[in-house]
């Protein structure tokens, strides 16, 4: 390691000298070309590093009492690992089992590196975490200097990844006692491949609103998202979560504010103390759809929305009916009608209770959801969009890169385990069936017949 590090700073020298004198001499460099060139040669010392490492670990490993007695050396094999440096390539040994028919590179296994592993964890985790905020391809070019990933093999990393709960963050030490707790919803719409559309679910529940830098922000705010076919599995995880990080009793209201979907409706049967409030863009959305063809009665459909004066909206609505040339714009004043009665409690709930606020939910929306999965012309498949729109909530919640990898190996242990389990039961039953069929083969009558069948084959193979 001496050598490796006295030729590195050999190497630095002689180029800072270099740059030093080119800067001096000439207007042709600066200190970007200085940077990008110790950035490179740093890159290689950590390759060197790298390989410099796995390879005295395994002569340890080699040299070890513990190897000597349980494991016999087969052959030294070269692999290849995709570090943040760039591409190590290195030699380990391959060790047989003195006991059994096991064969294990010792020194991959003692550093954690899987028998297939072409990434290492931690630049997996990278990819993963850049992949929230870019295109896969764009992850694949900027992820390691001098060396493209292609943007298959970052999404195999996303698929690898599989579906992170969205309760994944929620780590309650003691639970919370509050007056009141709100929660917004809504619904981003996404291209898939096969031409029709996603339709991604989006909820965050929070503790109101404050003040931070002249700036509203939402209190201990906590989002899920994801793909839904059943609304209920989205609201039990929503009731999971309050239940587990607030004390339910001390809750005076909860309030459920969005644009009137039956999906969010449903959140009222799920969660008591619960009441709806209706979204004021999407209501303002319907007022303007009515009112596009007689600007004049817009402000008196208002007056009539804020007084909560259900006959004068009645009137209003009659009167744009009366106006509207085309049926297509009967039809549409007809649909902002029944939005707004259908949605009355929501309007009535928002004027009347002092403490119901605005919903954000639309931006949230923008911020969370399309700005990575609807803003650009994508084509999504429906995993990938659940798994995206999971793995964005997962970084609004608070999720870094560190998460990530935790994760990553957490999964990576488990599936160690389950393949484990899975080769000790296969032993098992082998050993049961071999028990099976050990009694004396002239008392088999498959064995005992002239003609050798199938049967005859599978049984002789198990004696």
């Not at 006991?99 to 010792?106: M, R, V, W």
């Not at 006692?177 to 929070?206: F, M, T, W």
């Not at 039956?262 to 103390?273: A, M, N, R, T, V």
């Not at 954000?360 to 969009?385: F, K, N, Q, T, Y």
């Amino acid at each position: 390691m001496d050598t490796i590090i006295q030729q590195f700073g050999e190497k630095i020298k002689d180029n800072s000298e270099e740059f030093l004198k080119n800067i001096l001499l000439s207007d042709k460099e600066d200190i970007s070309d200085f940077i990008n060139t110790l950035r490179k040669d740093f890159d290689e010392l950590g390759k060197e590093l790298c390989k410099y490492i796995i390879e005295v670990i395994d002569e340890v490993i080699k040299e070890s009492p513990e190897r000597k007695k349980n494991w016999k050396i087969v052959r030294k094999k070269k692999r290849k690992l995709i570090t943040e440096f760039g591409e190590v390539e290195f030699e380990r040994r391959y060790y047989k089992s003195k006991f059994n028919k096991e064969y294990e590179h010792l020194a991959d296994k003692k550093l954690g590196i899987d028998k297939y592993q072409r990434i290492d964890t931690g630049l997996e985790a990278k990819i993963v975490d850049l992949s929230i905020d870019k295109s896969y391809a764009k992850v694949g070019e900027e992820v390691v200097n001098n060396l493209t990933i292609t943007g298959q093999t970052v999404m195999n990393k996303i698929r690898k990844l599989g579906k992170i709960e969205n309760d994944k963050l929620s780590n309650p030490k003691a639970k919370r006692k509050i007056d009141y707790l709100y929660i917004e919803a809504d619904e981003d719409h996404v291209s898939l491949q096969n031409g029709k559309n996603a339709v991604p679910r989006l909820v965050y529940v929070h503790e109101g609103i404050i003040k931070e830098n002249g700036r509203n922000k939402l209190k201990n705010s906590y989002s899920f998202s994801g793909m839904y076919n059943k609304s209920e599995d989205l609201w039990l995880e929503i009731m999971d979560y309050i239940e587990d990080n607030y004390d339910f009793d001390s809750i005076k209201q909860i309030y459920i504010a969005g644009d009137g979907a039956l999906w969010i409706k449903e959140g009222l049967k799920w969660l008591p103390k619960s009441k709806q409030i209706l979204d004021r863009y999407h209501l303002n959305k319907y007022v303007l759809r009515a009112t596009g063809h007689a600007q004049k009665l817009r402000f008196d459909l208002w007056q009539g929305i804020n007084n909560l004066d259900k006959v004068q909206i009645k009137e209003i609505f009659s009167e744009l009916i009366s106006q509207a040339e085309k049926e297509s714009k009967k039809k549409a004043i007809r649909q902002s009608r029944s939005y707004i009665y259908n949605n009355w409690a929501g309007i009535v709930n928002y004027y009347k209770d002092e403490n119901a606020i605005g919903c954000s939910a639309e931006g949230h929306v923008s911020h969370i959801l399309s700005d990575r999965l609807s803003s650009r012309p994508m084509g999504w498949s429906e995993v990938g969009v659940d798994q995206m729109a999971r793995l964005r909530s997962f970084k609004f919640n608070g999720g870094t890169e560190y998460e990530l990898k935790e994760i990553i190996l957490e999964k990576a242990r488990k599936e160690q385990k389950e393949e484990k389990i899975v080769k000790i039961e296969s032993k098992v039953v082998k050993n049961n069936l071999k028990k099976k069929f050990a009694e004396p083969s002239n008392n088999i009558p498959s064995i005992n017949k002239g003609v050798r069948t199938g049967l005859f084959k599978a049984v002789k193979s198990l004696l």
